[in-house]
């Protein structure tokens, strides 16, 4: 493995970090969308627009970690000094791309389940006053929501590291294409 196949793999863990903190920020801004429309135009307006912004920047940083990690790795120059050395690791990007997907996936799962059990905990023992369900049942969808994407991450960790690694492959086929056109 030589040293733009490291940076790669480690440009693809720090987005699927990004996606642990993405999905429960993205849940809880979907849960909580309607509760904030009682609240004045213009603070419904500040707090939707910043949110929009975060998660747009959120969706432009995964874009780029799983599908321009080439770019990254031009732009910030992360092979300087290292271009001829070869990195032996036992295993194919596939394989290591799959297993820091499931124990990501893992990861949210055994998060998630702990403040599943409190908010449901929390619902039945609000369970005389009807409009106090409303925010225990928010806690429980984000939750639940949360359970879900590990519970998906973890199951179908291959497939997604296969995805991965295929749109990788194009990239770099892409940009082999385009610099012997280049050089021509």
Same mark, same amino acid.
């Given at each position: 493995m030589n040293s733009r196949t490291l940076w790669t793999i480690i440009i693809k863990v720090l987005g699927i970090v990004l996606?642990? #903190?993405?999905i429960p920020y993205l849940v809880q801004f979907i849960a909580v969308l309607p509760l904030s429309i009682a609240r004045p135009f213009s603070e419904f307006?500040?707090?939707?627009?910043? $949110? =929009?912004? =975060?998660? %747009? %920047?959120y969706l432009f940083l995964l874009w780029l970690s799983f599908f321009k =990690?080439?770019? *990254?790795?031009d732009r910030l120059r992360l092979e300087k000094g290292m271009e001829n050395q070869k990195i032996e690791f036992p295993t194919d990007r596939k394989v *290591?791309? $799959?297993?820091?997907?499931?124990? =990501? /996936? /893992?990861?949210?799962?055994?998060r998630s389940i702990p403040g599943l059990l409190g908010s449901l905990y929390q619902f039945? #023992?609000?369970?005389? %006053?009807?409009? #106090?369900?409303?925010? $225990?049942?928010? /806690?429980? *969808?984000?939750?639940v929501s949360e359970?879900?994407? /590990?519970?998906?991450?973890? %199951?179908y960790g291959t497939p997604i590291g296969n995805y991965i690694d295929k749109k990788t492959k194009n990239e770099i086929t892409e940009e082999g294409n385009n610099v012997d056109t280049n050089h021509e």
């Open positions: 996606i642990v #903190q993405f307006i500040l707090m939707a627009g910043i $949110s =929009t912004l =975060t998660i %747009v %920047v =990690t080439s770019w *990254i790795i *290591i791309l $799959s297993i820091v997907i499931m124990v =990501t /996936g /893992g990861f949210i799962l055994v039945s #023992q609000n369970s005389n %006053v009807l409009f #106090q369900h409303r925010v $225990s049942a928010n /806690g429980i *969808i984000i939750k359970a879900l994407i /590990g519970l998906l991450l973890f %199951v």
